[in-house]
């Protein structure tokens, strides 16, 4: 079901990231970690679809979808950022396989991030965040989408790496085999994967390796 929903407030997270909070439809409802599809309402764009997750709480009395911008194309993200408060939205039925089964291991890259934030931010609401860790993938600290909110949830269960940059507090490198290694007590929790596919792929294989269960590693299909 098709929805227009108006734009109430745009604001900037990171240099190429904002967050688009944006009007209720009565009786809309989604879970933590889904998605819907998105549309501008303006001509020519309305039947150009894109996936966003929704990043608030189901309980807030507006949706909210944080969106990066990519300038290698112009595209519809490129449009969105372009948009101010008054602009319409069109947004369906919501949808989405990254759902809470329990606590375990947060491995996103980049705005891979997204369908983790309303978990988290759940979760941290209802005092449930005990038991779970965040690995958080990015080019460069200026890159990391929400840091300072994460932080202060899951304090030292929050651990980012950077892989184009070195600098004091974070760690350097990449999601490898050797970084789970040294940072994975436990292989029979569950984890939830989310960030470029190839990365979803080389992860969820890497953790099968390393003794995950098939069915406890979480991904976007």
Known sequence: MKNIVRLLEIKAVTHDVKYFRMEKPDGYSFTPGQATDVAIN????????????????????????????YTDHHGVTEQLHQLQPGDELIIEDAWGAIEYKGPGYFIAGGAGITPFVAILRSLHKENKLAGNTLFFSNKTAADIIYEKELTEMLGTQAIYLLTKENKAGYQSGYLDKNFFQQNITDFHKHFYVCGPDKMVQDITELLQQLGADVDAVIFEK
């Open 42 to 69: 303006k001509p020519g764009y309305g039947e150009e679809k894109r996936p966003f997750t929704f990043t608030a709480l189901n309980a807030a009395p507006y949706l909210e979808f944080t969106i990066k911008r």
